[in-house]
């Protein structure tokens, strides 16, 4: 196996046994990069210089006979939403095509205590806003497994870095399924934690109720390092959570017996991709043999999810997308006033799918619509939430597909956004309740494309999914 396919654990104890070197490592991701991206386009930023130098000191701190953190030495990608201090940030849209942040969004300072390689800032749809990584400003990203298809977003490039070994691990950010969706796509683990478990400050915001940031790896132990890494209070985000991070390393164990699972009917309905269906209730059938129990559970409200997402997420789009007036900071297109040059400006540097959610946002947000729209989004929003309660009092879990479907091909739905909302719609109810999820690999369907499942879990019980994924993975191929 090349270097550029193994995991993080993997690597690291080849490190620190001295049997190969992080700049030895470097240059193989970075060769890989430069035999792939051209056919991928992960990445829209690339970091080589800064990778190099970093990866000597860490050769430099080996050969001192140091002890290294667990990601130190190890090649990662960062989506560009996410602030990197000297390092262009341009959240893949024109309007901030030469920003460079004055400073590191928590996420990556704490990732970046531990010394990883930085490869560089992956690709994703403009402002996060989309499943499919066509709505980039700059080019499309490919999913590895097809060049024909998508692989998934926002955090595309993310996804298709880690699957199409252009980086070992990644960072990117789930506001409705971004994470979860292309890990399912290009046959990664990725995983959303619980709502205000990751700091997001320095994270470019979407939709400030939603957002998250979390891992994209090759593996659960990977996922697990990661999450040590990023999690944890900050005070620079008030909805930052006090709650004590455990390691989640200790929660890689093999045994699901006497854990309830539920299986939710409404996750299973008229739609949904026949293998995709088989696929996941093989992975229940899976449990049971390893000594879970599996539950029916009902979610009656999850039929309103995507409804009430689609109000709540472009509303707050809306308002966070404000600033970008080309006057505070970003690109500005010059009028002949104030007006004129706002006008100008957004015209030209916003794509189509953020004006599109903007113009959705303030209409929902309008005097004489936000109590027939917005307000009773919110409200839907506390009924689903209150549906994963009274599931969570039976079971441990849930499981679910992450997808309705394996990746689609390049245009199939751009001229369709309806379309290509739905495909949020096993994902998004988890960014509604605010709840941890991840998405597992569980095969392939009969084109050779991966499929994966869900696990969601309890608030602040990432320590359960990672045990019951974990306990799958030492049992798949």
């Keep these: 196996m090349a270097l550029h396919d ?148 926002s955090s595309g490039g993310s ?5 199409g070994g252009e980086a070992v691990f990644a960072l990117g950010s789930d506001t409705g399924g971004s994470i979860r969706q292309p890990a399912s796509f290009c046959g990664v683990v990725g995983f959303k934690p619980t709502y205000g478990r990751v700091s997001r400050y320095g994270l470019v915001a979407f939709a400030s109720s939603l957002d998250q940031i979390g891992p994209l790896t090759r593996d659960v132990t990977d996922c697990a390092l990661v999450l040590n890494a990023i999690c944890g209070l900050d005070d620079m985000d008030s909805t930052s959570t006090a709650a ?58 999850t039929e309103y999810a995507i409804s009430t997402y689609y109000l709540i997420a472009p509303a707050e789009a809306a308002t966070n997308l404000e600033r970008y007036d080309g006057v505070s900071y970003g690109a500005r297109v010059d009028g002949a006033d104030v007006v004129e040059m706002m006008t100008n400006t ?22 004489g619509y936000y109590d027939a729209y917005y307000l009773k989004a919110l409200k839907v929003r506390t009924l689903i939430q209150k549906d994963f309660v ?17 990746a689609f091909k390049l245009g199939e739905m751009t001229a369709d956004p309806l379309t290509m ?8 109810p988890v960014n ?16 050779n494309l991966p499929l994966g499942f869900q696990l969601i879990g309890k608030a602040l019980d990432e320590a359960t999914i990672l045990r019951a994924a974990f306990a799958y993975e030492q049992i798949s191929d």
Excluded: W
């Design 432 to 447: 509604i309740a605010g709840l941890p999820g991840i998405s597992v690999p569980c095969g392939v369907n009969s084109q």
């Design 6 to 153: 193994k995991t993080a654990h993997e690597l690291h104890e080849l490190l620190q046994t001295k049997q190969i070197s992080a700049a030895e490592l470097t240059a193989d991701i970075f060769s890989r990069v430069d035999a792939a991206e051209d056919k991928i386009g992960a990445y829209l930023t690339l970091t080589r210089e800064k990778a190099l130098a970093d990866a000597k000191a860490v050769d430099e701190k080996i050969s001192r006979g140091e002890k290294i953190f667990p990601l130190e030495g190890i090649p990662c990608a960062v989506k560009d939403n996410i602030c990197t201090k000297g390092i262009k940030t341009t959240c893949a849209s024109k309007i901030l095509e030469n920003f460079i942040p004055p400073y590191d969004a928590t996420a990556y300072k704490k990732l970046a205590a531990q010394n990883p390689i930085l490869i560089g800032k992956a690709n994703l749809d403009e402002f996060a806003m989309g499943g499919s990584t066509e709505n980039s400003a700059y080019h499309v990203t490919r999913n590895p497994h097809d060049l024909e298809r998508v692989p998934g977003g």
């Design 244 to 301: 004590q991070v455990p390691d989640f390393t200790k929660s890689l164990v093999a045994d699901v017996k006497g854990l309830k699972i539920g299986l939710p009917a409404e996750y299973f309905v008229k739609g949904i991709d026949a293998e995709v269906e088989a696929a996941v209730r093989r992975v229940a059938k899976e449990y049971e043999k390893l000594g879970a129990e599996i539950v029916e559970v009902s979610l009656p409200h």
């Design 159 to 163: 996804a298709a870095a880690v699957a």
């Design 421 to 428: 909302y739905l495909q949020d719609v096993c994902t998004v």
């Design 346 to 367: 957004r015209t030209e540097k916003f794509g189509a799918e953020v004006k599109r959610r903007i113009m959705i946002g303030n209409y929902a947000l309008s005097a």
């Design 390 to 406: 009274d599931a969570f009092k039976t079971v441990d879990l849930i499981l679910t597909p992450t997808t309705p479907n394996a």
